[in-house]
């Protein structure tokens, strides 16, 4: 009985440590605090704590943070600068490459930001709002047909999509 009981303290105390080792490790973990400063609202912090997070290792994710923050912030300047920058490295990641779509739909340079988008619908043909925001694109230079295709679109491959929904409802009245 004395064994059995001495394994099981033994056990509790590696798991103990274990526990110890992560919580050390992480609490220092720079992408782990641009997270927390991001969910405060501290866009800045937290940009400044992913970049160093970048310096430690290369992650797409990480440049995905920094460009929404960016755009957030609605400095698209810097926004199009990092997503170029992650996309140098990851030139598939469709994720960078919608992000990078948006800045460019907000700069308002509509060519681009539809080749990007079609870019995303070749690599990702069910992308969340990838045909939402070429439906976007086109009612905003006066294309209402091309618009509401895209809209029904997106709601086939993507039916939650509240906002589609609305511009099909509105196409009608």
Not at 97 to 121: H, M, P, R, T
Request: proline residues 2%; aromatic residues 16%; charged residues 25%.
């Amino acid at each position: 009985m004395l064994k059995n009981k001495n394994f099981w303290i033994i056990i509790f105390a590696i798991f103990i440590y274990i526990g110890i080792q992560f919580y050390n490790k992480n609490k220092n973990n720079p992408e782990l605090l641009g997270d927390k400063y991001f969910q405060h609202k501290e866009i800045e912090k937290a940009i400044e704590f992913w970049e160093k997070a970048l310096k430690e290792r290369n992650n797409k994710e990480i440049y995905e943070k920094i460009v929404v923050s960016y755009i957030i912030k609605n400095d698209l300047e810097e926004a199009n600068k990092w997503a170029n920058i992650g996309l140098t490295y990851f030139p598939n990641y469709v994720n960078l490459i919608f992000n990078l779509a948006l800045v460019n739909f907000y700069q308002g340079k509509y060519s681009e930001s539809i080749q990007l988008l079609d870019s995303v619908l070749e690599k990702d043909s069910y992308f969340p709002n990838a045909h939402y925001l070429k439906g976007l694109i086109f009612e905003t230079i006066g294309e209402k047909q091309k618009a509401k295709q895209e809209y029904i679109k997106e709601v086939n491959v993507n039916p939650i999509c509240q906002k589609a929904w609305e511009k099909i409802k509105n196409e009608k009245n």
